[in-house]
């Protein structure tokens, strides 16, 4: 009896170890699954931002009303801290007033190794360098289903387009027709404006100088009623005059 007494009681102590095994089993399985659960979390759209390009409608108070290129309404704020942008078309002489400071200048390469401009954008010395849209933050990028239009100022100290490259620099110099540009590197290039030049200057302005009817291209965050809070308002205007110096 003694010995079947003991056999019993080492059965149910394996019984009991075998137990004590599968449920710590359980309990580091749970654990995996609940790490597994935090590091999958879905990334938020926090930070982004929309650009709307259309036509004014109306302007009332600090808000607006812009028909986009699909003609639908976007309504848009603005307030202390939103830059106002003035974008017009300019010559060389025109130019004077932006030497030292920021460019864009895209350029086609000639067979002689020169460069001839293909158009020309400058800014106003409290507006982003460029490399950096006129709006867009380091920490912004475009929201889901936003595509920010074609502009200027993007692309390295030099970018290659096939035959044309994108030079950013200072306006170092104007000698009559020729701009000379410095890069971030200290290279200088001299490229040669022509009758087919666009030239492009960017300068800050107030909301005063937006009209019902002006064309221009609106950036911000949207609220979740969908009302666009403005960071920056360009507007567009073209000038028929010639780049190139009488």
């Not at 307030?79 to 060389?92: C, M």
């Not at 009559?176 to 404006?193: A, I, M, R, W």
Request: charged share 10%; with cysteine.
């Amino acid at each position: 009896m003694s010995i079947q007494r003991a056999w019993s009681h080492l059965l149910i102590g394996i019984v009991l170890l075998l137990l004590a095994a599968i449920c710590a089993g359980c309990g580091s399985s749970s654990s995996i699954g609940s790490s597994s659960s935090v590091s999958t979390a879905t990334p938020t759209q926090a930070n982004c931002f929309t650009q709307v390009r259309g036509t004014i409608q109306s302007v009332n108070g600090n808000s607006l009303v812009i028909a986009n290129q699909q003609d639908q309404k976007v309504q848009a704020t603005y307030s202390s801290r939103t830059l106002f942008v003035q974008q017009s078309s300019a010559t060389v002489a025109e130019l004077q007033k932006f030497t030292g400071q920021s460019v864009t200048v895209t350029v086609a390469q000639n067979a002689d190794n020169t460069y001839s401009a293909k158009t020309v954008l400058a800014r106003s010395a409290n507006l982003p360098r460029s490399g950096n849209r006129v709006g867009q933050g380091q920490n912004f990028r475009p929201c889901s289903g936003s595509t920010p239009g074609a502009g200027f100022g993007r692309g390295q100290n030099q970018q290659n387009q096939g035959q044309r490259q994108t030079i950013l620099g200072t306006l170092s110099q104007i000698n009559g027709n020729s701009l000379v540009v410095t890069d971030s590197q200290g290279s200088d290039y001299t490229v040669g404006v022509t009758s087919s030049t666009r030239i492009i200057v960017q300068e800050t302005s107030t909301i005063s100088s937006f009209k019902v009817g002006m064309n221009v291209q609106a950036t911000g965050q949207k609220n979740g009623s969908g009302v666009l809070t403005l960071t920056t308002l360009s507007a567009t205007s073209t000038s028929s005059s010639s780049p190139v110096s009488s």
